[in-house]
């Protein structure tokens, strides 16, 4: 494929992408606007995510797409296959290789490590939208640091329902500064956020932010003192393929008279496993 | 052995050789080709131009063919093409006042320099089912008459001579660029425009008629409509002259709205504007009217809330390949935050339940 430039985006749109993500690792956890463009896959389906991997992407970079934790599901294909075609890098669906890896809905179960890139794909990237939709009041909430609508709203969730009623895009805290939407993660991946030796880059295409968590940022998911924050996933369950009991579980439904069954979310995780215990094995 | 019910890389191939195939349909009858389109769908041709923000008839065509005739999904093709083009500069204004005109209407005056064309126009047709086109009837060529090459004034002229219309701010040569630099609020009127002409026509006929009936109420007169070509050119500092490289059709409207006068300023009337690729006059009406609500704020209106007034709501989900991908978006899997959600159900009824049984424990 010769019809685009290396990566699809020309280098003139990639230096300006480039310069944001520059700016968000400096102020981390603050939302950087930029001119996103209209790329060939439609606004919500990761435009933001593929415009930071266009901008990060170098020939020699190994690339893995995941959606829902799974390098399979039909987006993380097709994001995969634009940028085989367009970049022609090298693809993989091991986590430990990938030097970049693009991702909705997760963070994968292997530890990352130094040099690598995890890009976050981000519907909402404003924490505080659903409190105020407009966006020249948030930007004001996020320079004031006037953050106590959230812990507001936190509350209430207490009062009413015993606990804080959110399971994913759990709010965070970074370097105990900016409130930051993880994106769409379950709460039970914040904890992989902090401290993380992966670059964290999170773009939002529709909504023309890109923010950052460089290595070893600080990051604490929002509580209280007396309701400390846990990192939840389905109560007492493992994985009816590998066993493992780490790692975030997928629900899948096998029959019609209520019969189910707990499978790993990250599908290379459970493969490696699977395949470790089938070595062990033998 | 459970096998992962995840759409697949063959299972993506298939369905987009499926559409390929649905997209052709019977093989009797003969292949679209884009001619007919552009010629026979122009109105259709137009629209995606005006909201893929490309004047291209021949790709607009393309991209309906392509689409099999979905005008969003065509606009985005488009808009996905257009972002790959680089952007040598910016053309000189448009000089509308030149236009070679096909339809010129003002629903002001009865008459004015130029007078009143109706062109090409479904106004007055009666909407009765021409059941004759169902065949392929020849059309006889409609009447001519000689070309005028008189410029033809704009009708709102007249009454800017009189003192009576609001100046417009003539703007400087930087110019904003709404596709080059993320969209900031407040915004300014160029760039509120730039976003209204590719905005959706369906939303914005809406809420032009929302404020027709009262939502942000401001009557506007119809004061000029014209559809005509004009020419494009641009000033190159390497020639050192103006050079045209472009005719293209558009729609122009400019609204007269009534202004009571503040403080500062006497009773006149203002302006709202509407500019949109090929023959659209629908869109360029609509962008007009709300163009002219969002100026509420700068004319010192009384702000009732009304959505059409509110250039954050407006501006923020005009643009029909932001909203629909953001809304079709929930097609994509969501196993994961599901399963969060649904674990998190399932606990606050397990915690409700036991404290139900405790307290009716305790009562007993």
Request: aromatic share 8%.
């Amino acid at each position: 494929m010769t019809d685009y430039n290396f990566a699809y985006l020309d280098e003139a749109t990639k230096r300006m992408l480039r310069r944001a993500i520059l700016k968000a690792v400096a102020i981390p956890g603050y939302q950087v606007p930029f001119s996103s463009r209209e790329m060939p896959m439609p606004y919500g389906w990761g435009t933001g995510g593929v415009q930071v991997t266009a901008a990060c992407l170098v020939p020699e970079d190994t690339l893995k797409v995941i959606d829902q934790g799974a390098d399979d599901t039909t987006n993380a294909v097709s994001i995969r296959k634009f940028f085989a075609r367009v970049a022609g890098v090298e693809t993989t669906e091991a986590t430990a290789r990938a030097s970049v890896i693009q991702t909705r809905h997760r963070i994968p179960e292997t530890p990352l490590t130094e040099g690598q890139i995890l890009v976050f794909q981000v519907p909402i990237p404003e924490p505080l939208r659903f409190l105020e939709p407009r966006e020249t009041e948030t930007r004001t909430m996020h320079a004031l640091e006037d953050y106590g609508l959230m812990h507001v709203r936190l509350y209430e969730d207490i009062a009413k329902h015993g606990e804080i009623a959110r399971a994913y895009a759990y709010p965070v805290r970074v370097e105990g500064r900016y409130i930051m939407d993880p994106s769409p993660i379950p709460k039970f991946d914040n904890p992989k956020l902090d401290n993380s030796p992966a670059l964290q880059l999170f773009g939002a295409g529709r909504e023309c932010r890109i923010y950052a968590l460089p290595p070893y940022t600080r990051v604490e998911s929002l509580d209280f003192e007396d309701y400390p924050f846990t990192a939840s996933k389905a109560a007492g369950q493992v994985c009816a393929i590998c066993g493992a009991e780490d790692s975030y579980l997928d629900e899948v439904i096998t029959d019609d008279a209520g019969g189910r069954m707990f499978v790993c979310s990250d599908t290379d995780y459970c493969a490696t496993r699977v395949a470790a215990q089938a070595e062990d094995a033998a | 052995m459970y096998v992962a019910v995840k759409g697949g890389e063959r299972a993506i191939e298939n369905a987009h050789a499926w559409l390929d195939d649905a997209r052709r349909g019977d093989r009797d009858v003969p292949d679209l080709v884009l001619d007919q389109i552009r010629e026979q769908l122009a109105l259709a041709v137009d629209r995606v131009m005006a909201e893929g923000a490309l004047y291209d008839p021949d790709l607009a065509a393309l991209a309906l063919k392509q689409a099999r005739g979905d005008v969003i999904e065509a606009v985005f093709l488009i808009r996905a093409f257009r972002t790959t083009l680089p952007r040598f500069g910016t053309s000189q204004p448009v000089d509308t006042g030149a236009m070679q005109i096909i339809r010129r209407i003002s629903a002001t005056y009865k008459d004015a320099p130029g007078g009143q064309v109706l062109g090409p126009t479904f106004d007055y047709t009666h909407r009765l089912l021409d059941f004759g086109l169902a065949q392929t009837p020849d059309i006889a060529a409609a009447p001519e008459a000689e070309i005028s090459t008189a410029s033809v004034p704009h009708i709102l002229s007249h009454l800017n001579a009189e003192g009576l219309m609001q100046r417009e701010d003539a703007g400087g040569p930087d110019v904003p660029d709404l596709t080059r630099a993320p969209l900031e609020f407040p915004a300014e009127r160029p760039l509120r425009l730039q976003a209204l002409t590719r905005g959706d026509e369906g939303f914005l006929l809406s809420l032009a008629y929302s404020t027709q009936r009262g939502y942000g109420r401001n009557h506007a007169f119809v004061g000029e409509l014209r559809i005509g070509h004009v020419r494009v050119s641009a000033f190159l500092p390497e020639l050192g002259f103006e050079i045209e490289f472009a005719e293209i059709m558009i729609t122009e409207c400019e609204s007269v709205n009534q202004f009571q006068g503040s403080k500062t300023e006497l009773a006149q009337f203002t302006r709202g504007y509407g500019l949109v690729f090929g023959q659209s006059e629908r869109k360029a009406i609509s962008m007009a009217l709300v163009d002219r609500a969002l100026r509420a704020r700068e004319l010192g209106e009384d702000l009732d809330g009304a959505p059409a007034q509110d250039e954050e709501f407006v501006l923020s989900h005009c643009d029909n390949i932001q909203s629909s991908g953001f809304l079709e978006h929930i097609k994509l899997p969501h196993y994961v935050d599901f399963q969060a959600e649904l674990e998190l159900i399932r606990k606050l009824r397990r915690d409700a339940a036991a404290r139900q049984a405790a307290t009716s424990q305790a009562a007993e």
